[in-house]
């Protein structure tokens, strides 16, 4: 056979050569990106377990954990999620420890910097001596699980991916061993997450800092309690138990804008003040289910992230007795053991933010190292951080504490540059100082009725919750748990001279003097943030509610809904009418004429779905208007996101056409109104929607606009596009918007895409703990490429649920996978 010209021989070698390399590039990414898989078949040694376990994993990799003593339980579970979330758990704790900056270097100093000033690992080390004996236990095994699997797995490749990627700018990195501490730690950083007011707080100050005080409290309107529904319609204080059915200073301009960069300097996945975190919980009784026992429905509204910050699992004592207490199921942090929301096998729970106002901003008159205080001198508290930072120096932080808290303005300026001004701004805040939260989550995990539910919720002290409430025997409840201040002077709404020695905090709220009910005669309880209760109680709770559009629309539904099952519930969790649409549409209908777009609105029924044109110009709209009333007066940290809030200012500002919030200071020699700027807006809408989405307005489409990007919290911003492909996901386009039932939020200052969402959802049937269901935002995993690192958010996204097997029966024959673990 004749041979092959030499040049072509050497082509196909050089292309076989090729191929082969292409091949073991494959076959090494491959093996890089599977090598961190968990085990979920056969049987692994865990050292210091009692007895046997088993891990049973449906087909979504959800664990459900058997075993005969609860420390084996909790040993178990520690192994188990760092199987599927090392990486995350710890990546979290260098995020509360404030050394973010020794994996990344500079690129995250000034998130360390806010983290040690505020002192949240010191905090969670002193609350480790307060827990009871029990508690602590539990968190140590829980860490002797997760150590187990880091000793089994000591090379960080077979860890998670992540650290393979690390490894290519940070050599060396071995992660320490896993501690109690490390868990309570994250229960400071979702307290932060759900701050309550602080930004309204500071947005009060900023814009003091550029209008009267009269304009400036237009845009704080009080809660309308005559239009919106509060969530325990009436009680008061009496006897040391509720009872029920259900002096202003010239603010420093330069210091507030210091604290503001501060809030901004945290990551994303804490929320940094967005007005859609928050969500949405409801329970009805057996009269108004389809089963004749209740239903418990919760969404909690948080920052949208890649891995979702809920981890699913179930906690089973083979046999349920007072030395083995556990049967319960549902979501919690990795990182964090126990159930934080779900149900055991006689109640269930859920939780939505109280958010009352439990920090206050202090202004203080520092001199060096003293601030004034009655008069006198008072030294402050100085300590010194040292932070590693990865390819650089070590930086050092000088952190000062006035007798309020930390200076939180000196964060970003230097402690000696910020001194000689007198300016500082100090954060006193009920996380800041040691609890039993803790406490609280393994008995609420172990309570079995009304009256140890309540015991538990006594110590829930960060964050502030509400609490619904339901159990087998077919009652319904709502308790207000937390630590709430009890000011001497002031109301919270605006910072406050820490020089007087007037606005201080006497106290805190009595557990029993907080608000709650049981069997209301109304069959039902709803929470969406809204109002707890009414103007006579006798505490201050909080004057920034959100405004009870969600909670109306809600209350509206379940009201009228006949019947529910669960299937109607979570119909109710995906609603998305608009609830201040019907009264701004008329004013844009009666001035819109010839708007392109604008017919849209004539027949449109108010509700988001992805697909609807209507309310793609609706929102462009809603957002043109915002930014052009207000942009021009208001400064940076307190101009409008769009939320509820900014539903009830534009309300009261479409009766008054003439109100200088609709004049644009930036013209001249014209002073607009009401119908200039709605016009305005109307065209600047119909002009950017044709630019993005086409020139036929029947084509537009909300979700075209309204995606979300799911995006890892380490590397999903790095910059590097192949980085960010491996481990973020998406876009999805979505439906829903900003405070309705739906709350898939955006910021109207920053465009459309999604910034918060339901992070979950869950309705539990009470009558067949089986029939219960529930969806995470993601997946069970952590690790980028498994099958279940996003399995869940399709489902999510159309707002389906998937089965939630509970009995030892179900959770057996709904099992794909079975892990043995032996001491």
Request: aromatic share 10%; glycine share 8%.
């Amino acid at each position: 056979m004749r041979q092959w010209p030499w040049p072509l021989r050497w082509g196909v070698r050089a292309l076989a050569l090729v191929m082969v390399l292409v091949l073991l590039l494959t076959a090494w990414l491959v093996w890089t990106v599977r090598k961190p898989f968990p085990t979920y078949d056969g049987r692994l040694t865990l050292p210091g377990l009692a007895g046997e376990v088993t891990v049973h994993s449906d087909s979504h990799g959800i664990p459900q954990i058997y075993a005969d003593t609860p420390a084996d339980l909790f040993r178990a579970q520690g192994y188990v999620t760092a199987q599927d979330r090392f990486w995350e758990m710890d990546f979290r704790r260098h995020i509360t420890s404030g050394r973010l900056s020794e994996l990344f270097g500079d690129a995250t100093l000034d998130t360390d910097k806010v983290t040690r000033t505020l002192g949240w690992r010191k905090t969670a080390e002193a609350e480790l001596a307060l827990l009871a004996p029990e508690t602590k236990h539990l968190l140590e095994a829980y860490a002797a699980g997760v150590n187990a699997w880091l000793k089994a797995n000591p090379d960080t490749a077979r860890q998670s991916l992540e650290y393979s990627v690390l490894g290519l700018q940070r050599t060396g990195y071995q992660p320490e061993e896993w501690t109690p501490a490390d868990s309570v730690a994250w229960l400071k950083a979702m307290a932060w997450d759900l701050r309550s007011n602080i930004e309204d707080e500071l947005g009060r100050a900023l814009a003091d800092t550029a209008l009267p005080k009269e304009r400036v409290d237009q845009l704080y309107p009080a809660y309308d309690f005559l239009r919106m529904p509060a969530i325990v319609p009436t009680g008061s204080v009496a006897d040391g138990g509720f009872s029920g059915e259900g002096a202003r200073s010239e603010p420093p301009a330069r210091a507030l804008s210091s604290v503001l960069e501060a809030i901004r300097a945290m990551p994303t996945g804490l929320g940094n003040g967005d007005s859609d975190l928050g969500s949405n919980s409801w329970v009805i009784a057996g009269s108004r289910s389809a089963t004749g026992m209740p239903l418990l429905a919760n969404d909690p509204h948080l920052s949208a992230q890649m891995p979702s910050v809920w981890y699913q699992a179930g906690l089973h004592c083979r046999t349920v007795t007072e030395a083995c207490p556990y049967d319960v199921t549902g979501f919690t942090f990795a990182g964090l053991p126990g159930v934080v929301i779900g149900h055991n096998h006689r109640i269930a729970w859920g939780f939505t933010n109280l958010a009352p106002d439990v920090s206050d901003l202090y202004l203080e008159k520092v001199t060096g190292t003293t601030a004034e205080y009655k008069g006198a001198q008072e030294p402050l508290q100085v300590r010194t951080e040292r932070i590693e930072v990865a390819g650089a120096d070590p930086v050092e932080l000088t952190v000062r504490v006035s007798r309020h808290g930390p200076i939180v303005s000196d964060v970003m300026d230097d402690a000696e540059k910020a001194a000689p001004s007198g300016e500082a701004v100090a954060l006193r805040w009920t996380a800041l100082g040691p609890g039993r939260t803790a406490d609280a989550i393994f008995a609420m995990n172990r309570a079995t009725d009304w009256t140890s539910f309540r015991e538990a919720a006594r110590l829930f002290e960060v964050p502030a919750q509400n609490l619904v409430y339901a159990d087998v025997e077919g009652n319904i409840g709502y308790q207000a748990p937390g630590r709430i201040p009890v000011r001497t002077a002031g109301d919270g709404t605006r910072p406050v001279p820490g020089w007087d020695g007037v606005h201080e905090w006497a106290d805190f709220i009595p557990f029993e003097e907080l608000p709650s009910a049981f069997n209301p005669d109304s069959g039902y309880i709803v929470t969406a943030n809204n109002a707890v209760i009414g103007t006579s109680y006798e505490h201050l709770l909080t004057q920034d509610w959100s405004y009870g559009y969600r909670a109306q629309r809600i209350d509206d539904l379940v009201r009228n809904g006949g019947k529910l099952d669960i299937a109607a519930m979570s119909r109710i969790q995906m609603d998305d009418r608009n609830g201040f649409a019907p009264i701004l549409v008329p004013h844009l209908l009666r001035v819109g004429a010839g708007v392109k777009g604008i017919e849209l609105l004539r027949t449109w029924d108010y509700t988001q779905p992805a697909d609807s044109a209507p309310a793609a110009f609706f929102n462009a709209v809603w957002r043109h208007l915002l930014l052009r009333a207000f942009n021009d007066e208001l400064p940076e940290g307190a101009r409008p996101d769009g939320g509820d809030r900014w539903f009830e200012v534009v309300r009261t500002l479409l009766d008054k056409p003439d109100d200088p919030f609709w004049d644009d200071v930036k013209t001249t020699g014209a002073a607009e109104r009401r119908d200039d700027i709605v016009l305005r807006a109307l065209r600047e809408a119909s002009d950017e929607l044709v630019e993005r989405l086409g020139d036929k307005p029947g084509e537009w489409r909300w979700g075209a606009l309204h995606t979300l990007t799911l995006t890892n919290q380490s590397f999903g911003t790095s910059g590097i596009g192949l980085v960010e492909r491996i481990f973020n996901r998406g876009p999805v386009e979505l439906g829903g918007g900003k405070s309705i039932v739906n709350a898939i939020g955006w910021d109207v200052q920053k465009g459309y895409e999604v910034t918060a969402v339901p992070s979950l959802r869950l309705v539990a049937d009470l009558s067949n703990l089986d029939d219960s269901r529930y969806v995470n935002l993601t997946g069970a995993s952590g690790h980028a490429f498994s099958d279940h690192y996003w399995d869940q958010t399709d489902l999510w996204a159309k707002g389906e649920t998937i089965p939630w097997p509970f009995t030892a029966t179900a959770v057996k024959e709904a099992a794909e996978h079975t892990l043995t673990l032996t001491p």
